[in-house]
């Protein structure tokens, strides 16, 4: 990959900036080729995005729609 971690959270917080002004980084991933950004909304809502590894263009996950809840899965 040509973008490391770092400049892969930079461009993610310039295009939440841009896109969902007063957003918050929540969790980060890194799997071959891109990285996972997981984000909360100033309204709470959880969205993620994807960071390209090699060219840093932003794929915005609006397929999984509004986070509802969370379920806990236990042993």
């Known amino acids: 990959?040509?973008?490391d971690n770092v400049t892969a959270l930079a461009i993610a917080k310039k295009w939440l900036d841009a896109h969902f002004p007063g957003s918050e980084i929540e969790e980060t991933y890194t799997f071959p080729g891109y990285y996972t950004v997981h984000f909360t909304t100033p309204?709470?809502?959880m969205r993620m995005i994807n960071v390209s590894g090699y060219n840093g263009a932003v794929i915005?996950?609006?397929w999984h729609g509004r986070h509802i809840s969370y379920?806990?899965?236990s042993n």
């Open 43 to 45: 309204d709470g809502d």
């Open 1 to 3: 990959m040509c973008i």
């Open 71 to 73: 379920i806990k899965i």
């Open 60 to 62: 915005f996950h609006w």
